[in-house]
């Protein structure tokens, strides 16, 4: 009887962000094929989102062994690196109407030129927001616009402890 480990749904899906742009590369010149049946597509785009998805449900939340290992030794260089992106990131995640409807117009538009170009757009804009969101995990701790709402980033000011007198 195969025990129902969630060790091997968390590795897969740790390896989904290495896949992200291979998926991309591999999956989106197949857009351009005249007359290839969409299931084919589909095909080069499923194994990653399986693999996020696994991760994401099997995490919960919660940092796994795996997600420590990943955190960067100079976190605040890294998030420092990814600046832009992360900004990106949370401003999609503050703005989600005026990102959808962005993405929405973007492929349109696209698509109105070439539907293979606006589908294109949809696969692209989906795996890096996919791609950020985990990336993200890594340096949640370090990143600049997380919990500025709650009121984290600023100290609060703590007595000095008094002194004891030894008689």
Known sequence: MVKNDLRTHVAVGHHAERAVPWAVLAAVPLLWIPGLPAWILALGFAPMHIAMALHWTT?????CELCLADIPLQGSATAERWRRPLRVFHW???????SVLGACGAMVALGLVSVP???????????????????HGRVAAWCPW????????EETPVAPPAPTVNA
């Open 59 to 63: 995490h919960r939340g919660r940092l």
């Open 92 to 98: 999609v995640l503050d703005h989600p109407g005026r």
């Open 117 to 135: 170009a606006g589908v294109s757009a949809f696969f692209v804009l989906i795996s890096l927001g996919l791609l950020w969101a985990m990336r």
């Open 146 to 153: 997380c919990g500025r709402d709650e009121g984290d980033w």
